[in-house]
């Protein structure tokens, strides 16, 4: 069913689902740090993140993951 919405009663019991990967960029961190009103540079500020946090790179919020993940917990 690659390609096609999977409703609940599409899987049985012991049947596989296909793997939910989805990419999130700059621009979305951006944006979905305005819009929950969280500003802090860690999630949008590479050059932040590296120098004064010590990440590799910006980090994702715990509830955009969670939303991201979520369609194929439906």
Excluded: C
């Excluded at 690659?2 to 700059?26: C, K, S």
């Excluded at 802090?40 to 980090?59: C, F, N, P, Q, S």
């Excluded at 715990?62 to 979520?70: H, I, N, V, Y």
């Amino acid at each position: 069913m690659t390609g096609q919405q999977m409703f609940y009663d599409d899987v049985g019991v012991g049947e596989e689902i296909p793997t939910l990967a989805v990419t999130v960029d700059e621009t979305q961190l951006f944006f979905y740090s305005a819009a929950t009103y969280n500003g802090h540079r860690i999630h949008y500020d590479k050059e932040w993140a590296r120098t004064v946090e010590g990440y590799d790179d910006v980090l994702v919020q715990g509830p955009l993951s969670g939303g991201a993940a979520g369609p194929g917990n439906r």
